[in-house]
């Protein structure tokens, strides 16, 4: 089984700065693609940022130019740096690993969320 642990989330002011992490542990042969999620009060969880295992990365239009999603293969942990945050970014952020399992099982599998409040 395959467990995701989020940090980093909080309270901040617009224009600034936050860098979530998430750590991916468990029977895992190959972690294929991890992104970040998120779901504001009022909306669907929407796709925020995706980076393969070789480095591909995608973004949702509204964060292009201010979020960098990246990952450290060797301790199975994905990272989002925020900038220039927006009060429309504010949302329970999400982390996604897409795996297989060390029976070669795929699995897909999601963090317990994280808060993320950019408000004045």
């Known amino acids: 089984q395959v467990q995701l642990v989020e940090s980093g989330g909080g309270l901040v002011q617009p224009g600034g700065s936050l860098r979530l992490s998430c750590e991916v542990s468990?029977?895992?042969?190959?972690?294929?693609?991890m992104g970040w999620y998120r779901q504001g009060p009022r909306n669907k969880r929407e796709m925020v940022a995706v980076?393969?295992?070789?480095?591909?990365?995608n973004y949702a239009d509204s964060v292009k130019g201010r979020f960098t999603i990246s990952r450290d293969n060797a301790k199975n942990t994905a990272y989002l740096q925020m900038n220039s945050l927006k009060p429309e970014d504010t949302a329970v952020y999400y982390c996604?690993?897409?795996?297989?399992?060390?029976?070669?099982?795929?699995?897909?599998?999601w963090g317990q969320g994280t808060q993320v409040t950019v408000s004045s």
């Open positions: 996604n690993a897409d795996s297989l399992s060390a029976g070669l099982e795929r699995e897909i599998s």
């Open positions: 980076v393969t295992s070789g480095g591909t990365t």
């Open positions: 468990g029977s895992i042969f190959r972690i294929n693609v």
